[in-house]
């Protein structure tokens, strides 16, 4: 099949007439050996031709596809995409282009008109390709999956495989971002950390594997009791837990606390397959930024941190605020 295709001579036609060869092949017999989404595009972003690839890709056919311009397809409101493709082909008038990959995302021409991420290459073809009009390679690479394993890898990298909580470092990340917000905006933030009263007993006691059911529980009564999609609750160390609450009010972080206390003591002993005199107690520490009360967010979590601590010397379930 290789030596097929270095034999064959004949010239191909495509959209706008010009004749090209590539030593003793067309390009259009080199596209469709190509195991890549490939177009040949013009100086204007018009599709010369294109490979079978392609023409999945973009859920058509090639007759389809062939002499419509490639802007036309991009989904793209801020018109970036649009703008860095068209300077690339207006540098090709006077030289060699050659662009980094661009990230851009697509309309199909399926019924659905789905959309799909794709990363774009240009590349300038040789003279000898382009007869009397520049031509372009543009070369498309599906990122459909590679974006699912990415969002994937994120998940995992941010979870507490335990209790399927954020872990300490999505924690971080979060509080930074809802910091800088709540500042700009001029909205309060509160922070609730919760500690198991004498963990350390009941691991010694009942196990490791009862522990870790407890830990599991615990986390699903958290998630069950946030407030709305913007509240962060994450593992933050062995028997510690922390909640991030964006534009909440002392207050209504303090009334939630104490709603949370009341879930987490209604864990009675039959969640874990105990003896029914097992008891489980949290305390907690409740702090927020308001009037610009606390300078940086490590001011805010050290202030929740000292007021948990406070509760657990004064005797442990309880919740103590500011």
Not at 88 to 114: F, M, Q, W, Y
Request: glycine share 4%; hydrophobic share 40%; with cysteine.
């Amino acid at each position: 099949m290789y030596a097929a295709m270095i034999k064959d001579n004949t010239p191909f036609q495509h959209t706008s007439g010009h004749v090209g060869f590539y030593k003793d092949s067309s390009l259009a017999t080199m596209l469709n050996f190509i195991n890549e989404a490939v177009m040949v595009l013009d100086i204007n972003g018009n599709i010369e031709m294109l490979n079978s690839q392609a023409a999945l890709l973009f859920d058509g056919k090639k007759d389809q596809l062939a002499g419509e311009n490639l802007l036309a397809f991009l989904r793209d409101e801020t018109g970036r995409s649009h703008s860095q493709i068209i300077h690339c082909l207006d540098k090709a008038s006077s030289e060699i282009i050659n662009t980094p990959p661009l990230e851009v995302t697509v309309c199909r021409l399926g019924p659905s008109h789905s959309v799909v991420s794709v990363e774009l290459t240009l590349s300038s073809l040789p003279q000898a390709l382009s007869a009397d009009s520049a031509l372009f390679l543009c070369i498309l690479r599906d990122l459909t999956v590679h974006k699912a394993e990415y969002s994937s890898l994120k998940r995992k990298a941010e979870t507490d495989f335990l209790t399927g909580l954020a872990n300490r470092h999505k924690f971080a990340d979060y509080l930074s971002q809802q910091w800088a917000k709540c500042e700009e905006d001029d909205l309060p933030l509160s922070i609730i950390f919760i500690d198991i009263d004498h963990f350390k007993r009941f691991n010694d006691d009942y196990g490791h594997i009862m522990g870790d059911r407890c830990l599991k529980r615990i986390g699903e009564t958290l998630n069950l009791s946030l407030p709305n999609r913007n509240t962060l609750a994450a593992r933050y160390g062995g028997e510690e837990f922390a909640l991030i609450l964006p534009n909440c009010s002392a207050q209504t972080a303090q009334l939630l606390a104490i709603r949370i206390k009341r879930h987490l003591a209604q864990l009675s002993a039959k969640h874990f397959a105990l003896m029914s005199s097992v008891g489980l107690t949290v305390s907690m520490g409740v702090a927020t930024q308001e009037s610009h009360r606390y300078e940086t967010s490590d001011a805010l979590l050290h202030a929740a941190d000292t007021l948990l601590y406070q509760a657990k010397s004064k005797g442990r379930d309880q919740i103590c605020y500011l």
